[in-house]
Structure formats: structure tokens, C-alpha cells
């Protein structure tokens, strides 16, 4: 569950106060949002995930980023924590603390976030000219949904059940469902 500060801050002093916190806070044009912990679920999700896409990109160019790496949208003026981001933008590579140029982004559902992330925080992403593929991983039931953009600049979405092989076409990256669920108990 994410909780708003409903004072106006600036980004600056986002930045400032998100550099010394011990919790994380999302931002969105001016106001922030304490970041609620994970379930272990969710860690091990992410952590499956991550671990086979950083595996899958080794000396590509491309990096696999977690949790921590913040992702900037500069024409919203919005800082989210997207659960596994991948860039191969080499502009990126000189950036300390965010994102600018990712081409896929990943979010674990949780009952609290899910909404969000399908809607007002999907609709934020699709502002990102260089993502590519948006990815939402249910903790609920073995469901991946991944959204991709086509040449017409429209998302499709292809929903992957258990048993099935996924295929994010973004970073050409396919593995079982199952990989993506190892340790996960419902």
C-alpha cells in the first residue's frame, strides 16, 4: 500500500529526502508515496525474474536493474520503483540513482498496487518513448500479462497461464512460467 504526503515537494527536494530515507517513496508530480514492504512472494518473484533476465542479458548491453533503481518520467515529472527494469539505452549507464531510457518494466501485483499498476501508473509508463514491454506478474495464481507496443504505437497483450513459455520479445527472452513461479506456494 503506497501512503501520500499531500504537501507539495519539489524534485529536488525529493531527491534530497529520498538519498537519506530508510523507506522508499514513489513521486508523482510533486506529492510522494511511502512504499509499503513486499510479501516474500513477491521478493521471490522478482528475484526469479531478475535473476533470468540478467542471466539471459550477460553481454548484450543490456542491464537488468531491481527494486531500488527508480525510473524517471521527465514529462510528467514522475519517479516510480518498478519492481525489475530492463535498459540497453547506454545513457542510462551514467545515471547514479534512476532510469530514463527502459524498454522493459515489470511489476509484481499485490491486492494493494494492483489497480494502480494497471491503470494510472501503466498509463504514466506508456509516456516513456523507449519502453517497449510492460509486464504485470500476478502473486495470486501463476498469470503473466505482458503489454507490448507495435509499430502503430498500440499496446497488445499476450497472457501466459501455468505450463505455458513466455516470451518477452522486447529483449528476446522466452522461459517456462513455471521458471518465473520456482518456490512459490498459494
Not at 518473484?45 to 550477460?58: P, Q, T, V, Y
Not at 542491464?63 to 518520467?73: A, G
Amino acid at each position: 500500500m503506497m501512503f501520500a504526503n499531500s504537501r507539495f515537494i519539489s524534485e529536488e527536494e525529493y531527491l534530497l529526502q529520498e538519498s537519506i530515507s530508510q523507506v522508499k517513496h514513489e513521486y508523482r508530480q510533486g506529492i510522494i508515496y511511502a512504499m509499503a514492504g513486499a510479501s516474500n512472494n513477491h521478493v521471490l518473484i522478482a528475484l526469479n525474474i531478475a535473476s533470468l533476465l540478467k542471466n539471459h542479458l550477460r553481454g548484450t548491453g543490456c542491464r537488468t536493474y531491481i527494486s531500488d533503481t527508480k525510473v524517471k518520467i521527465e514529462s510528467l515529472n514522475t519517479y516510480y520503483y518498478p519492481d525489475v527494469i530492463v535498459s540497453c539505452d547506454e545513457s542510462d549507464r551514467s545515471l547514479a540513482n534512476f532510469l530514463l531510457y527502459p524498454c522493459l518494466i515489470i511489476e509484481i501485483l499485490s491486492e494493494t498496487t494492483e489497480a494502480f499498476d494497471r491503470g494510472d501508473k501503466f498509463a504514466d509508463y506508456r509516456q516513456l518513448e523507449s519502453l517497449q514491454e510492460y509486464v504485470l506478474i500476478s502473486q495470486k495464481q501463476p498469470c503473466l500479462e505482458s503489454f507490448r507496443r507495435n509499430s502503430q504505437n498500440q499496446w497488445l497483450l499476450s497472457v501466459y497461464g501455468s505450463g505455458d513459455r513466455v516470451r518477452l520479445e522486447t529483449v528476446k527472452f522466452d522461459c517456462l512460467l513455471n521458471d518465473i513461479y520456482e518456490d512459490i506456494q498459494f
